[in-house]
């Protein structure tokens, strides 16, 4: 499981958590040493008992769709044969809106934290929220859910992400976004792939999936808000990209406390062959096609620049 993948001291937002396009390369030539390369078909196929490989399987995928999965992943993938999974947020495509968890991180890696969660919880008081907000909150929950933050941003993070009422929540992170980063459009234009670059990642071998129309947590909306936005994403991606054996999915955030069996059901009924998690784990054959496990890419990041600094120290 893949994000931002990026040059990061080379940007405007080095402080960006994400992997350098070096590392990238090096990860993507131990993983081909190590596992024999999926695709999705090949996946599936394996989950329902249909394929034996010899090897253990590695597929690999790339959330929010963004300009440098387009950019700078396809090619290092295409040129060692290799499919990648991409989702899209159909709205943000669409739309060229930025999603608000991606405001909050570009905020967050803009300006100071403690003044930037000054600045957003000083506009949530003006808007009639309570000083004791945090209150409440179950520490265990909010570090799980970010297990790489301190526990300050985790709680912020899980706050802004699944706790505050979203159409004031997005107001504020809107006003603030604009105020200190850029224009919403402009801005999502640089960060998010267009249709026409996913349809290019289409024709180099890559297979494109929804990521939700909106990115909010599934299990907080209503039935009709989840009938909306994944139908929303559905419709979008099928009449705007060339058209796939299998489409897949990505639920928003992946806990598993962000999707339900509403959100699955809707899911297979639209015609979505699986969906990916964010829990860590492998999948064996009979696993549950629609909650998928992934390992994120740092986890195992450390290890592989072990083994190639081990590599490099041996003597010729």
């Given amino acids: 499981m893949y994000h931002y993948v990026r040059d990061l001291p080379r940007t405007r937002f080095p402080e960006i958590k994400g992997m350098l396009t070096d590392d990238f390369a090096v990860q993507v030539k131990q993983l081909r040493t190590d596992f024999e390369m999926a695709t999705l078909e090949s996946a599936l196929e394996f989950m329902i008992g249909n394929y034996h490989p010899r090897r253990n399987l590695c597929l690999m995928t790339f959330d929010d769709g963004l300009k440098e999965h387009f950019n700078e992943v396809t090619p290092i993938l295409a040129e060692s044969s290799i499919q990648g ?3 899209l947020i159909s709205g943000c495509v669409q739309d060229r809106t930025v999603a608000p968890v991606h405001m ?49 941003i985790a709680r912020f993070k899980y706050l802004f992400n699944f706790i ?8 504020i992170v809107t006003d603030l976004f604009e105020s200190w980063v850029a ?13 026409s670059e996913a349809r290019e990642m289409q024709q180099a071998g890559m297979v494109i999936g929804g990521h939700s129309h909106t990115h909010r947590p599934l299990s907080k909306l209503t039935g009709a808000e989840l009938q909306f936005d994944l139908e929303s994403c559905w419709n979008l991606i099928t009449a705007n ?40 784990g492998t999948n064996q054959p009979g696993a ?6 992934r390992f994120d890419c740092k986890d195992i990041l450390s290890d592989y620049q072990r083994r190639s600094e081990e590599l490099l120290t041996i003597p010729s």
């Fill in 241 to 280: 990209l060339l058209p796939q054996a299998r489409w897949p999915f990505c639920y928003p955030y992946g806990k598993t406390d962000s999707f339900n069996h509403e959100a699955a059901v809707t899911l297979k009924r639209l015609g979505f062959a699986c969906s990916f998690a964010t829990e860590a």
């Fill in 288 to 293: 549950n096609l629609y909650a998928l496990r």
């Fill in 85 to 87: 999974l991409f989702f």
């Fill in 164 to 171: 505050l009422d979203a159409e004031q929540r997005d107001r």
């Fill in 183 to 195: 224009p919403q459009r402009e801005f999502s234009e640089k960060l998010y792939i267009s249709w």
């Fill in 104 to 152: 909050n991180h570009f905020l967050m890696a803009h300006l100071d934290f403690a003044k930037y969660q000054q600045l957003f919880l000083g506009a949530l008081q003006n808007a009639g929220f309570e000083n004791a907000i945090y209150d409440g909150l179950d520490a265990t929950i909010y570090k799980r859910t970010y297990p790489r933050d301190s526990e300050e």
